[in-house]
C-alpha cells in the first residue's frame, strides 16, 4: 500500500494475520476444553464414591492450569494489537513527510529534473576529495574531484551529465562514492547520504519505508526534514 496524497490505513501483514488467527483459533479450543472439563467435573461429582470423594486439591490445580492457559492467549492478544498499533503510528508519521525535502542515510539517490543531490562528512578535515557516481549496474559514469571544505556535512548535486558530458535520463538511480585523503595521502573515513522529496510511505515486513523518488528508505534512516 503505497501513499501518495492522502493518509493510508494500516493493512495487516502476513504475519500478523496469522499470529492474530492462532491466537483465536487457541481461545476457542480453550473454551471448548473448558467447557468439556465442566461437563466431566460435574458428572464425577454426581456419580463420586461417598466414601472416596473428589481430592479438592487435583480439582483446584486443574482450574488453575486452564485459567493459566487462558490468560497467556489473553495475553498474545493484547501484545499482538499492540504491535498492530504500532505499525499503523509509524505509517502515520511518515505521511506527514509526504512532500517535504527529507535527508537521509543512503548513498543511493534518483535522478530528478536533471540532477540529484547527496550529503557527505568527511571524518577529518581532508587535502583532497574525489567523487564517483555509478549506475544501478555499478557501471561508473562520473568522476571528479571536489574542493576539500573541511570536515562535516556537506552537499554535492550531480548534474546528471556523464563523463562525455551526455545527459543521462531521468528516473535513473545513482550511488555516489566519496573518497577523501589527507596531506600524507592516507584514506580518510565518509559517510554518504541522500536528500530529496519524499513522495510515499508504505509498511514492507513490518517496517515502515519513506519512497523518495524511485528508492526507498526506512524511516529511521531520515535524520532531517526541510
Same mark, same amino acid.
Given at each position: 500500500?503505497?501513499?501518495? #496524497?492522502?493518509?493510508?490505513?494500516?493493512? $495487516?501483514?502476513?504475519? %500478523?494475520?496469522?499470529?492474530?488467527?492462532?491466537?483465536?483459533?487457541?481461545?476457542?479450543?480453550?473454551?471448548?476444553?473448558?467447557?468439556?472439563?465442566?461437563?466431566?467435573?460435574?458428572? *464425577?461429582?454426581?456419580?463420586?464414591?461417598?466414601?472416596?470423594?473428589? !481430592?479438592?486439591?487435583? =480439582?483446584?490445580?486443574?482450574?488453575?492450569?486452564?485459567?493459566? /492457559?487462558?490468560?497467556?492467549?489473553? %495475553?498474545?492478544?493484547?501484545?499482538?494489537?499492540?504491535?498492530?498499533?504500532?505499525? &499503523?503510528? &509509524?505509517?502515520?508519521? &511518515?505521511?506527514?513527510?509526504?512532500?517535504?525535502?527529507?535527508?537521509? %542515510? !543512503?548513498? +543511493?539517490? +534518483?535522478?530528478?529534473?536533471?540532477?540529484?543531490?547527496?550529503? =557527505?562528512?568527511?571524518?577529518?578535515? $581532508?587535502?583532497?576529495?574525489?567523487?564517483?557516481? =555509478? !549506475?544501478?549496474?555499478?557501471?561508473? /559514469?562520473?568522476?571528479? @574531484?571536489?574542493?576539500?571544505?573541511?570536515?562535516?556535512?556537506? #552537499? =554535492?548535486?550531480?548534474?546528471?551529465?556523464?563523463?562525455?558530458?551526455?545527459?543521462?535520463?531521468?528516473?535513473?538511480?545513482?550511488?555516489?562514492?566519496?573518497?577523501? %585523503?589527507?596531506?600524507?595521502? @592516507?584514506?580518510?573515513?565518509?559517510?554518504?547520504?541522500?536528500?530529496?522529496?519524499?513522495?510515499?510511505?508504505?509498511? /514492507?515486513?513490518?517496517?515502515?519505508?519513506?519512497?523518495?523518488? *524511485?528508492?526507498? /528508505? $526506512?524511516?529511521? #534512516?531520515?535524520?532531517?526534514?526541510?
Amino acid at each position: 500500500m503505497t501513499v501518495s #496524497s492522502v493518509p493510508a490505513t494500516t493493512q $495487516p501483514t502476513a504475519a %500478523s494475520t496469522q499470529s492474530a488467527a492462532a491466537v483465536n483459533n487457541g481461545l476457542a479450543q480453550v473454551a471448548d476444553n473448558f467447557q468439556t472439563f465442566l461437563t466431566l467435573l460435574t458428572t *464425577q461429582l454426581k456419580n463420586q464414591d461417598p466414601l472416596s470423594p473428589l !481430592d479438592t486439591n487435583q =480439582f483446584t490445580q486443574q482450574l488453575t492450569q486452564m485459567t493459566g /492457559v487462558e490468560q497467556q492467549l489473553l %495475553s498474545n492478544q493484547l501484545l499482538q494489537q499492540l504491535v498492530t498499533q504500532n505499525q &499503523g503510528s &509509524g505509517i502515520t508519521s &511518515g505521511v506527514g513527510l509526504i512532500g517535504k525535502t527529507v535527508t537521509a %542515510s !543512503d548513498a +543511493t539517490a +534518483t535522478l530528478q529534473n536533471g540532477a540529484a543531490t547527496w550529503e =557527505f562528512a568527511p571524518a577529518s578535515p $581532508p587535502a583532497s576529495l574525489t567523487a564517483s557516481v =555509478f !549506475d544501478s549496474s555499478d557501471n561508473l /559514469v562520473w568522476t571528479g @574531484a571536489l574542493a576539500p571544505n573541511g570536515a562535516g556535512v556537506q #552537499s =554535492f548535486t550531480w548534474n546528471g551529465a556523464n563523463q562525455s558530458g551526455v545527459q543521462q535520463p531521468n528516473g535513473g538511480t545513482y550511488t555516489l562514492q566519496v573518497t577523501a %585523503s589527507d596531506a600524507s595521502g @592516507a584514506s580518510i573515513p565518509v559517510s554518504t547520504t541522500l536528500q530529496g522529496v519524499a513522495t510515499g510511505v508504505d509498511e /514492507v515486513n513490518g517496517q515502515t519505508m519513506v519512497a523518495i523518488g *524511485q528508492l526507498q /528508505v $526506512p524511516l529511521s #534512516s531520515v535524520s532531517a526534514v526541510n
